[in-house]
């Protein structure tokens, strides 16, 4: 039997290699010190290729690749530097290795948190470096009885929230896709305000980036704080915007602050640098030996079994089996995912529940629209963490429920299929079906008619059924500068109508603010597709 060719295309731990090296199926080509225009040559013959930030999975690679690439295992979290849906095109399914650096993320936080408060890289600077012993001047701030702020209370987040414990810190968390339960059994309290945490003595974050989370805190955030507060960031650069940042420290508002990540790379450059209450390190999360171990052995382990079509653990993309399948199926379970991330972007809490119907031909493939439902729905909360393949283990680990069910046939359209998120705080439902074979469209949401593209930024405006709405939403768009694309409204036998308002730009908290004030409001969501 032919060997599956596995290519290493950036330097992992020695161990993995042995693992690769040691499998009789598999022949491994070590081009990490290789020139990246030479790589090309070398990965349009591999089936799987293992990378790191070091090589761009870009549309060069992919071109290269797409004839014989079956898989890329990116030995790390972070997948910013590979095109998913370039890959996802061509086939190539796309696996990370999400938990191999937990302990050294959450360390390294423990890390900041401690320097900040004691200040150690400066007075040992100032001893070891500038050879001065001045005890006076290095006054610190002790752990025990501070109030320490969590956001994201996750893998990592909640390590930190347990060691801080430890250190007799009062630990409170803000993670709106968790369950209260999650914080309150390791004894740390759990809030759905968010400015319990801005109140907090130290506050640090562990969120993946995606548009809720970028600058999530800036300059209105730390205004709101405690003087003398200090942030620490080490999970991606941009959770906390740079240039607020370094206004409150400059000021003197954030009294210290220790940063590991930053939004370019290297930062050699930055301006936070200039700072003397800072704490920097060079991206440091994952770089202990015992992490690289892990991240080594797991990626090879992942390539392997991909090599060999056994399984894709983490896989982020993985494509349906579509000579199996109708060709209508696909774009349905496509919607499908959409459909699942536009209910959890209108009712952001914990999910309880998931519940996927379908009348139909479609209904035949109801457990695959569960596992991209399950996806889409869970992308926010989940992140990085969750994929077509572990989908339903992060559903029972965070106590979602999920079934489904087959509806009577539909007598205005031929599919439909109907999402049903139920959450701590509301219960969201959203039917949509096919056009043409490919068009998509939502056809109700919680049981307004409507005729609606999901894409693009979206306000949904729930309001009293009265004159004057429709002119007053757009008159208050149009004061913030907010062009509206397409304008959807449905109404009900309760006098009461749904707009679903498509707009060219992001909405500010602001502008949802001033329409939730509207007099006819009864409530506002917004999201993005």
């Avoid at 992919?62 to 890959?87: F, H, T």
């Avoid at 987040?157 to 414990?165: D, Q």
């Avoid at 399948?325 to 952001?348: I, T, W």
């Amino acid at each position: 039997m032919e060997k599956q060719k596995v290519i290493v295309c950036d330097h992992i731990h020695e161990a993995g290699l042995e693992l690769l090296k040691a499998d009789d199926k598999i022949e491994m080509i070590f081009a990490a010190d290789m020139d990246k225009t030479a790589l090309l040559d070398v990965v349009a013959t591999a089936d799987v290729a293992i990378t790191r930030s070091s090589t761009d999975v870009d549309a060069k690679f992919i071109n290269a690749a797409k004839n014989s690439l079956k898989a890329i295992v990116r030995a790390g979290v972070g997948v910013d530097n590979v095109d998913i849906p370039g890959c996802s095109k061509e086939g190539i399914i796309v696996m990370n290795v999400p938990t191999a650096n937990t302990i050294a993320a959450v360390e390294l936080t423990m890390t900041h948190m401690l320097s900040c408060m004691r200040m150690f890289p400066y007075s040992h600077d100032h001893l070891k470096n500038q050879r001065i012993w001045k005890r006076e001047k290095w006054y610190g701030h002790e752990l025990k009885g501070k109030k320490l702020g969590i956001i994201g209370f996750g893998n990592i987040g909640s390590r930190v929230g347990i060691r801080s414990k430890a250190f007799e810190m009062d630990v409170i968390a803000y993670d709106p896709y968790i369950t209260a339960a999650k914080c309150t059994d390791l004894g740390v309290e759990y809030t759905t305000n968010f400015e319990d945490i801005l109140a907090c003595d130290i506050i640090t974050i562990h969120t993946p980036k995606n548009p809720e989370t970028l600058d999530m805190i800036n300059t209105k955030e730390i205004e709101k704080m405690k003087d003398g507060v200090v942030l620490i960031n080490c999970a991606r650069g941009g959770l906390y915007n740079e240039d607020a940042l370094y206004d409150g420290c400059k000021s003197g508002k954030v009294r210290f602050a220790g940063i590991d990540v930053f939004i370019k790379e290297p930062a050699t450059d930055n301006r936070l640098l200039d700072l003397d209450n800072i704490c920097v390190s060079p991206h440091l999360g994952a770089n202990t030996f015992e992490s690289q171990l892990n991240i080594g052995l797991q990626a090879a382990q992942q390539a392997i079994e991909a090599a060999k079509g056994i399984s894709y653990p983490n896989a982020f993309n993985l494509p349906i089996d579509e000579s199996t399948m109708p060709a209508f199926v696909k774009p349905f379970l496509e919607m499908g995912q959409k459909v699942g991330f536009l209910a959890s972007q209108m009712n952001r809490a914990h999910i309880r529940s998931i519940k996927v119907s379908a009348s139909g031909e479609i209904a035949n493939y109801l457990d695959s629209l569960e596992t991209f439902v399950s996806v889409g729905a869970m992308s926010s909360a989940a992140a990085d963490n969750i994929n077509y393949v572990n989908a339903a283990f992060v559903l029972e680990e965070r106590g979602v429920k999920i079934s489904s069910e087959v509806e009577p046939d539909n007598h205005t359209y031929k599919n439909v299929i109907t999402v049903k998120i139920t959450t701590e705080k509301d219960v969201i439902s959203i039917s949509a079906t096919i056009f043409n074979d490919t068009v998509q469209r939502i056809v109700d949401i919680n049981g307004f008619d409507l005729d609606v593209v999901p894409h693009g930024n979206m306000i949904l405006f729930q309001n009293t059924d009265v004159p004057g709405v429709i002119g007053n939403v757009g008159i208050l768009l149009s004061k913030h500068n907010v062009n509206i694309s397409d304008f959807r409204l449905g109404r009900d036998d309760k006098s009461q109508a749904l707009a679903v308002i498509i707009v060219d730009s992001e909405v500010t908290d602001e502008t949802l603010k001033e329409l939730e004030a509207l007099e006819a409001c009864i409530s506002v969501d917004y999201a993005r597709i």
